[in-house]
């Protein structure tokens, strides 16, 4: 049910065309992926989702635990019909929750016990339990259970970090058993050279349908997450789909893709959407600012997304003023619809050769702002 297929290489850069089959369709890459955590893009319908071009979205199985459950979402026929997305469907495995809610949690071997965000309620989450809650929801590709370490952190902490992932990642192997859901291995090992290629060797032996790099985007600077793009994809089946988690700007998913990435997802464009912020040009306009009052044009003339098809500034500047939340709406499906556009536009590009002139990722703002 799972096939990766190289349709095309990059002569000058490592980028490649590609395409993942799941059982609920292909995935055209280089691809964004929206997050949608809790069973839904955050203001966005399916039959909206669909129209940016959307091909693989994402879920989290920590959240989907807490509210409203696995059993819920299995009972109803799986992630795809509860939220009414025929296209394929990716679930993180709370590993990040591990990261993101620190206080509130406590690591062993065993696993990580939670207090649950929403009541105070201990919540025990192990790798077997990740898989668990993830066959039950039904997703594509299921994450494995990693521990994502906070930058900064000592040598000792991420090494620490990365055998626990090992560690979790065998059990995870072990625990799965969907034979219509792929399970993706994470790479960790902070901003430690030798650690991520420690991970990386590892992860690859597990010989899985599909890799991941984490860790990345967790408070380092700029240049070690260009570091780690540049380090780790060549230390992964060369077969076998990459994916970089949490990055969702222009350079950086340019930058990645001319090193051998090929999936991509963040939480960004929804999270500007919801603040009156649209992504145009590669740049952040604040709809909010006076000088979109008067202003009729269309958000972005180069795009074709609902919103810039039949929305002027102005009119988006008059709803995000008002707090309306069809302004939020609007944003958000323009913000993703530029990121989708964006990394389809660069798989053209590889096509037809002319990606390391128009995607340069080491110029600040290059050609391809122009182009597509």
Known sequence: MFRFHIENNCSQTFARVAVLDT???????????PVGTLGTVKGITSEQLKSTSAQMILANTFHLHLQPGEDVVRMAGGIHKFMNWKEPILTDSGGFQVFSLAKLNSIDHKGVS??????????????EKSIQIQMALGADVAMAFDQCPPFPASENDVNDACNRTHDWLKRCVSAHYKKDQALFGIVQGGCFEHLRKK???????FDLPGFAIGGVSVGEPINEIHKIVRQVPPLLPQDRPRYLMGIGTLKEMSLAVANGIDLFDCVLPTR?????????EGEQWN????????????????CACETCK???RAYLHHLIRNKELLGLTLLSLHNISHLIRFTNAMRLAIKDGSFSEDFAPWQSRS??????
Request: proline share 8%; hydrophobic share 35%.
């Open 23 to 33: 059982p609920h369709g292909k995935v055209k890459t280089p691809r964004f992926m």
């Open 114 to 127: 939670f207090q649950s965000p929403r009541d105070g309620q201990l919540i025990e989450l192990t790798p």
């Open 199 to 205: 991970s990386a060797q590892v992860v690859s032996e």
């Open 272 to 280: 500007l959407g919801r603040h009156g912020t649209a992504l145009v």
């Open 287 to 302: 709809l909010r600012n006076a000088r979109f009052k008067n202003d009729f044009l269309p958000l972005d003339k180069s």
């Open 310 to 312: 039949g929305y002027s």
């Open 367 to 372: 050609k391809a702002h122009h182009t597509w």
